[in-house]
């Protein structure tokens, strides 16, 4: 029995040594796809930060420009309420020279009594009607110049949270790439 033990004491030691060859190769390759799936996983989360940067940065673009926008109005406003007062000033002088007319047709001296008052009541609604244009003017241009602060600091808010949920996922990946071990 012994020869027999001798002679196969070879073979199954040359068989274990296959498996033992095998299973490092099993190792390795297993290995090698643990470092490609650790690989994969690290590039989609930075492809994940990357495109949530990337819209953030859009949408807080799109925050400034509506902030732009804002501010170009202003000017219009301004326009419009320089139209406004020169409109009142337009039909306050209208209304005095017919006035004038009328109470000159009539005979009746302009310089002082009842043409003085009507004059002097013209003027009176006239510098109402302007005040009223001007502080509707300047609440306006407050309101737009309100919105236009406020869109800006939105941006950048959306600027903010982007880096933070860039970080956040970064973290995340991390943490899944140390448990993996």
Known sequence: ??????ALTPLFSGIGSA???????????????????????GTATL??????????E????????????QEAQR???????????TSIKREMMTAIGEQSTA?????VDLSFGTPLQAREEAFR??????????????SRIARLEERASNLRSQATSTRRAAKAQGA?????????FLSRG
């Open 19 to 41: 498996v033992t060859g095998i299973t490092g190769a099993l190792g390795g390759a297993g290995a090698i796809g643990s470092t490609i799936g650790s690989i994969l996983a």
């Open 58 to 69: 859009i949408e807080a673009t799109n925050l400034e420009l509506q902030a732009k926008d």
């Open 75 to 85: 000017a219009t406003e301004t326009l419009a309420g320089i139209e406004r007062r």
């Open 1 to 6: 029995m012994a020869p027999i033990a001798a």
């Open 47 to 56: 492809m994940s930060v990357s495109a949530s940067k990337g819209a953030a």
């Open 125 to 138: 609604q006239a510098d109402l009607g302007m005040e009223t244009a001007t502080g509707t003017e300047r």
């Open 168 to 176: 956040a996922q970064i973290l995340t990946g991390a943490s899944r």
């Open 103 to 107: 109470y000159a047709a009539s005979g």
